[in-house]
């Protein structure tokens, strides 16, 4: 009976600590939502001090790789409206403004908000960062190829991202 009661009770501190973890992440978030400039200057930080450790331990090559392509999705995403007005469209002549004031007018909404970009781009280089410590990721490549499979894979997803984009 004792020991069920300070299983509980321990439970609920472990529950506790980590909720009053989580509002404590939450706060600082909510402080720095309005310092856009500061946050982003962070972020470009992170990513500097990342590819400071790549380039002088001359490994993970693989992080570096995966990185870069996640952040490529996140700014593609960042990037592309959340409403495709090519499925809206009701004749062939495109996207129109409003023309008279019944007509609804939606702003450019992006997908991917800015706030969420800047979020995930600061986690993953701090979460690529971190794995660079560890020699399980330093999966022996030829780098140059890795390079290579980037901008080509960059090149073709900015030419059908450019492509969809004037097509409407």
């Known amino acids: 009976m004792m020991n069920e009661e300070n299983d509980q009770s321990s439970a609920n501190g472990g529950i506790k600590f980590f909720s009053r973890i989580s509002q404590v992440y939450q706060s600082l ?95 993953s280089t701090i979460i690529g960062l971190i794995c660079t410590f560890f020699d399980v990721f330093n999966v022996p490549v030829f780098w140059p190829i890795l390079v290579m499979y980037f901008i080509t894979l960059f090149c073709l997803t900015m030419k059908r991202q450019i492509k969809v984009s004037t097509d409407y």
């Open 29 to 123: 978030l909510d402080q720095w939502t309005p310092h856009t400039r500061v946050r982003w200057g962070a972020c470009i930080l992170c990513i500097l001090v990342f590819l400071l450790r790549i380039f002088l331990k001359h490994g993970w090559y693989i992080v570096t790789y995966a990185l870069g392509i996640y952040h490529l999705n996140l700014f593609i995403a960042f990037l592309t409206p959340k409403i495709d007005p090519s499925l809206d469209l009701d004749d062939d002549q495109g996207p129109e403004l409003p023309t008279r004031s019944n007509e609804e007018f939606r702003p450019f909404i992006r997908r991917l908000p800015e706030f969420k970009f800047w979020y995930a781009m600061t986690k």
